[in-house]
Each structure stands twice: as structure tokens, then as C-alpha cells.
């Protein structure tokens, strides 16, 4: 937190110093770190997204002052959704549903609540939020969302908000001044490996007026790396190895509690 | 101290997971069994996966069951021709077992399954040990004496061909029923992730005639060797044996099987076996009533393709 502390007043101290752009309002953001390494003591991890709003001198300032939303997205995955239902007086996985290609981590941060930041129409067309992000479904042949009730389509960001790997923070965006805002990303245990987006939009007045991206990735280390890969690229071997440190743990001990 | 564990993707405190280990070792010991049905909801009850847990036990029981064999094969009572036998029939049912494991897991219906065998397994055979320890102790209770009923030994499998002479159990029998117990075996413990100890044991005993003496040793050599190939298995077709937490289970596990071994061999043999029976048959009301009543939440996540 401290060395981002340092770093933000570095970007914020180059940003006053440098010469504004031509448009009226840019965003300058960056992250306090571009990679997350798994390793054996990882329980989660926080990044922290900041930067300021840049204004040239022709644009008057607005008196409702900037929002920002910015949306984090994980690597895409497909998976199934299924319900239980009572079968002969058990439970059993009857029904399912395929969400084709949908972020693996997602997370909303607002200055404010989106329904305040933007209309409704808006935020529906930028997908603000996770109700209104598209969660496309194998139907038949084809991929489509279902409207926003589907109990399907609830289950899944309930699921996944359970977990944490779905997080939408109202007020996760601060505002440090007029212009330097800063939001901290919460990555969970189970956070997948891969590269994560985060998309940026900058709001005045119920209008966007800049947008930006960052990205960062999430990498399994060291011997993590090395477990998770051969047990996937060598699953032989790792078998083999996994039975040979067996064979040697139960001799180990049979050999030291030896009794006779 | 928490760490992560590569394969099941999520955080496990080290000492929790090494104290499951210490006491289903201690279980183990006790019984002379693997102590995967125990081992195996636990690891499900701690978040992991039901098909990572399922993998996993058998690394780890392989470990605890190559420790009893060591020591069983030090006072020469395993019968290893009896073994091989079974093992022949073993191989074919792991296989078979991690096949359709494999099919399941694409249905979506394994945890069914598991859930499944696990109610009618250990609730059949929870429910036999408690009933015929109960009678046996009451016997004891009523003065008589307690005894194995060995008489008329001749059943009809006793007329299947392919016979054969097993030397150190002294019993000749057709290899048919042998192989098909083995094939069981290694079926049941692919898909449960259990050694099947509590189940060999009495079909050795009951069905083909093995002195108890030998029954043990030998129950352990077909569970090593199963557990082995299991994990070998499970590896290649499914990428799901957490090495990390096999290892720390395994620590426990030996560890806790030594004391539980000691205590075991205080205890009178009808007692034990009413001890375990209870057990076997309290993780299969488990399982049934967790079908029965209506889940908290009825919707399940899969992952079919994306990051690890």
C-alpha cells in the first residue's frame, strides 16, 4: 500500500507536470501491480487501481463533479449451471445451462451506484454493472442472454458472488481530490491464472466523456507452477511420482514405529 | 498456516487438514482399514471438490496401506498368491471404475453417484457389523461361546472351475469368485475413493474362507496396490491428485494409524467391530439424509473450458 501510495503521487506529480491533450478530458490511471503470483501462501491478493482526470483549459469544470466505473474482467469460461430437482424422493442434478465464454472474474467498482452515475439506457448499452453485463447461453445452435430474471442467470451470480469471483462495490472508487481517485481490486484465493482486463469510464453529468484500460495477470509460481503443469503436460509421471511419495511415506513410517 | 493447493485451486489451513489425517489414521489403525469413506467427505466437507477429494484419498491410502504391509509382511501373515489373484481382477474393476468416473463427471451426475453408493454401501454394511456384533456380544453376555461359523464350507461357488490351491490360506477354491471380489474392489474404490478394507475383510472371511490371521495383511496388499493404480489413473484421465494435500494427509495419516493400532489391540474383537460399524453406518445416514432433505442451494457450477 505504501509503495503505491509513492507511486501514485509520482503518476499524479507527471500528470500536473505534462502538457494536456487535445480532448477535453483523459483519464490517466495505472495499477500497483501487473502481475499477482500464486505461490504456496497465497490466500488473495489486493490491487490498487489509480490515476487522475486530466482537463485542458478550454473546458469548464462540471459542477456535478467526474464518476468512474471501471470494470475488471477475468480470462473467459464456459461452464455449466445445473439444478437439483426431487426425483423419487432424492435430490438430482436435472437441468442445465451452458454460459458460453463469460468472464471468469468480473468486478464493477463505481464512485457512486450506477443507477446515480448514468441513465439506464446507458448503462445497459456500456454493460455497467452486473445485471446489466451480457452472460451469454448455449440455446440450441446459438449463444444468447436471457432476460434478467432467468433463474438460471441469477443462480450463476449468486454462485460466483459466493465465491467472490463476482464483486459489484458502489463507492469502491474514491475521489482522494476533484481529480485523483484511486479503487482497490479484491482478487480472491480462487481466483483463475490469466490475464484480467480493466476497463475504465469516466463519467460527467450523466455522460461519458473519457475511457481507458489497464490490464494485469494472475500466474501460478514456482512450485505451484511446476505442481499444476506437470500434474496437466505429464500426467503419467506425476501419477507415478504421486504413487512413489506414498509408497515412501507409509514405508517411512512402518519402518520408524517399528514395534518387534 | 494456510497454504494453497495447486490442483484443488483453493487455500487449506495445513494444521486442519493434518489433523483430519491424525484422526482417520487413528481410525484406520484401529480397524485395520484405509479410511477413505471417512477421509473422503471430510476433504468435501473442507471446500475441495468431491472429484479432486476422491483422487487425492487414494494417494493417500496408499501411503497408509504400504505402512500396514510393511508390518504384515515382517511377521509373514499375508497370503501374497491370494493377493495376486485378487489384484487380476482388481486392475480390471479400477480401471472400469475411473472410466466411469470419467463419463459421470461429464453427465454432471457423479456427485450423485458418490453420494449414491456411499448411502447404500456403507448403510448395508454398517448395518450387518452393528447387527452381528450386537449378537455377539450378547452371546458373550450369555455365557456361550463366541463363535465363527466355519462348518459346511462348501457353497456353489465352491463347484466354479479354474480352481485353486492358495498355501498360506490354506483353502482351494475356483479363482472366479476371487476375481470377481477383486474386480469389485477396484471398482468401488475408483469411484468412491475409499480402499474398500471394511468391505474385503468380511467377503475374504465370509465367502472364500480366509483365516483371520492373513485377512488383514492381505486386504491391505490389494488396497496398496488398487490405490496405487488409482492414482496413477486418476492422474492421467483426470489431472485431479492434489500431490500437496495427499502429502499432508499422509503425514497425518501414518501417524495417527501407529497410536490407533495400539488402541485397537486393547479392545475385545465383537467390541471393535460394532465401534466400526456404527461409524460405517453414521457416514451412510449422512449421505442419505443430505439427498433427502432439500439442498440450501440447488444450483451447482461446472467449469467445461477456461484457465486452470
Same mark, same amino acid.
Given at each position: ?5 509513492l ?9 500536473l ?8 478530458e ?7 501491480r501487473?502481475? !499477482?503470483?500464486?505461490?504456496?501462501? #497465497?490466500?488473495? =491478493?489486493? @490491487?490498487? +487501481? ?7 483549459? /478550454? ?23 445445473r439444478?437439483?430437482e ?40 456500456l454493460?455497467?454493472g ?15 442472454? !436471457?432476460?434478467?430474471?432467468?433463474? #438460471?442467470?441469477? =443462480?450463476? @451470480?449468486? +454462485?460466483?458472488?459466493?465465491?467472490k469471483?463476482?464483486? /459489484?462495490?458502489?463507492g469502491?472508487v ?22 484480467y ?14 475511457s ?26 506425476y501419477g ?21 | ?30 480397524f ?16 475441495i471438490?468431491?472429484a ?9 491410502i ?61 448403510g ?24 465363527i ?24 477354491v ?6 470377481t ?23 475374504l ?104
Amino acid at each position: 500500500m505504501r509503495a503505491a501510495r509513492l507511486a501514485l503521487a509520482g503518476v499524479v506529480l507527471a500528470a500536473l507536470g505534462a502538457t494536456p491533450a487535445a480532448a477535453a478530458e483523459k483519464l490517466v490511471s495505472s495499477l500497483s501491480r501487473h502481475t !499477482v503470483k500464486i505461490t504456496p501462501s #497465497f490466500t488473495g =491478493a489486493e @490491487l490498487v +487501481l489509480f490515476g487522475i482526470v486530466e482537463r485542458d483549459a /478550454e473546458t469548464p469544470p462540471h459542477r456535478g463533479g467526474y464518476d468512474i466505473v471501471a470494470t475488471v474482467k477475468g480470462p473467459p469460461e464456459t461452464l455449466v449451471v445445473r439444478r437439483k430437482e426431487r426425483v423419487v424422493g432424492i435430490w438430482v442434478n436435472a437441468d442445465s445451462r451452458t454460459f458460453v465464454q463469460v468472464p471468469s472474474y468480473l468486478a464493477t467498482l463505481s464512485s457512486r451506484p450506477i443507477e446515480a452515475i448514468v441513465p439506464l439506457d446507458v448503462a445497459r448499452r456500456l454493460q455497467l454493472g452486473l445485471r446489466r453485463t451480457l452472460l451469454p447461453q448455449q440455446i440450441g445452435p446459438d449463444t444468447a442472454d !436471457v432476460v434478467r430474471d432467468d433463474p #438460471f442467470r441469477a =443462480a450463476f @451470480l449468486r +454462485l460466483k458472488d459466493a465465491r467472490k469471483l463476482y464483486v /459489484e462495490e458502489k463507492g469502491a472508487v474514491t475521489f482522494l481530490s476533484s481529480i485523483l481517485y484511486s479503487a482497490t481490486i479484491p482478487i480472491p484465493a480462487g481466483a483463475p491464472t490469466g490475464t484480467y482486463t480493466v476497463d475504465l469510464k469516466l463519467f460527467a453529468d450523466g455522460a461519458l466523456v473519457a475511457s481507458g484500460n489497464e490490464a494485469f495477470d494472475i500466474s501460478k509460481e514456482g512450485f505451484e507452477q511446476f505442481v499444476a503443469e506437470s500434474a496437466v503436460d505429464h500426467g503419467l509421471l506425476y501419477g507415478l511420482a504421486s504413487a512413489a511419495m506414498a509408497l515412501l511415506t507409509g514405508w517411512l513410517a512402518a519402518v520408524m514405529f517399528r514395534r518387534d | 498456516m494456510e497454504i494453497y493447493l495447486p490442483i484443488a485451486g483453493i487455500p487449506v489451513n495445513v494444521f486442519v487438514v493434518f489433523a483430519m489425517g491424525l484422526a482417520v489414521g487413528f481410525i484406520s489403525g484401529m480397524f485395520g482399514i484405509g479410511g477413505g469413506f471417512l477421509m473422503t467427505p471430510l476433504l468435501i466437507f473442507l471446500g475441495i471438490g468431491p472429484a479432486v477429494a476422491v483422487a487425492t484419498v487414494s494417494t493417500h491410502i496408499a501411503a497408509s496401506s504400504f505402512s500396514g504391509v510393511v508390518t504384515y509382511w515382517r511377521r509373514r501373515a499375508l497370503d501374497l498368491q491370494l493377493a495376486a489373484m485378487l489384484l487380476l481382477g482388481g486392475f480390471v474393476g479400477t480401471a472400469a471404475g475411473v472410466w466411469l468416473f470419467t463419463w459421470l463427471r461429464t453427465l454432471g451426475q457423479l456427485d450423485l453417484t458418490i453420494s449414491l453408493s456411499y448411502v447404500i454401501l456403507l448403510g448395508s454394511v454398517g448395518g450387518l457389523m452393528v447387527t452381528e456384533s450386537v449378537r455377539a456380544i450378547l452371546r458373550s453376555r450369555s455365557g456361550k461361546p463366541a463363535e465363527i461359523r466355519r462348518g459346511g464350507s462348501h457353497t456353489w461357488f465352491h463347484g466354479l472351475p479354474l480352481k485353486l490351491r492358495f498355501k498360506q490360506s490354506r483353502i482351494y477354491v475356483s479363482t472366479i469368485p476371487v476375481w470377481t471380489i477383486g474386480f469389485l474392489m477396484g471398482f468401488v474404490g475408483a469411484i468412491m475413493g475409499i480402499g474398500g478394507g471394511f468391505l474385503l475383510v468380511p467377503m475374504l472371511i465370509y465367502f472364500l474362507r480366509v483365516p483371520t490371521n492373513v485377512v488383514i495383511g492381505t486386504s491391505m496388499m490389494l488396497t496398496l496396490v488398487t490405490m496405487a493404480t488409482a492414482t496413477v489413473l486418476h492422474s492421467v484421465t483426470n489431472h485431479l491428485v492434489d500431490v500437496i494435500l495427499a502429502l499432508i494427509l499422509m503425514v497425518g495419516g501414518v501417524m495417527g494409524a501407529q497410536f490407533g493400532a495400539r488402541a485397537g489391540q486393547r479392545m475385545r474383537g465383537e467390541r471393535l467391530r460394532l465401534l466400526l460399524g456404527v461409524l460405517v453406518l453414521a457416514v451412510g445416514v449422512r449421505f442419505f439424509v443430505d439427498l433427502v432433505l432439500p439442498p440450501e442451494e440447488i444450483y451447482s457450477i461446472r467449469m467445461l473450458e477456461g484457465p486452470q
